[in-house]
């Protein structure tokens, strides 16, 4: 008689992140009262891009899409510590 193999457990995914970081800056920087309507992302430059991210998450461009938890890019999940669950 062959045993019933019990199933496992997915692999828990380390990359989870947001897919788009554009609406979640806009949304930050329109409730700090940082810009007054919607941003108009396609006619900025990349180097205007990039300095509101950095304003709206408060970290680096450079370090803001690296999944390194010493950076703690707020783009990225949070592995949980143990006690919290």
């Known amino acids: 008689m062959k045993m019933k193999e019990e199933p496992t457990t997915p692999d828990v995914r380390s990359n989870v ?20 309507s919607p941003i108009q992302w396609s006619e900025l430059s990349a180097e205007e891009a990039r300095h509101l991210l950095e304003k709206a998450f408060d970290i680096p461009y450079e370090q803001l899409f690296d999944q390194d ?4 890019s707020p783009l990225y999940e949070k592995p949980m510590s143990e006690g919290e669950a």
Do not use: C, S
């Open 17 to 36: 992140g947001v897919r788009n970081p554009f609406p979640l800056a806009e949304a930050i920087l329109l409730e700090r009262k940082v810009i007054k």
């Open 69 to 72: 938890p010493e950076y703690r």
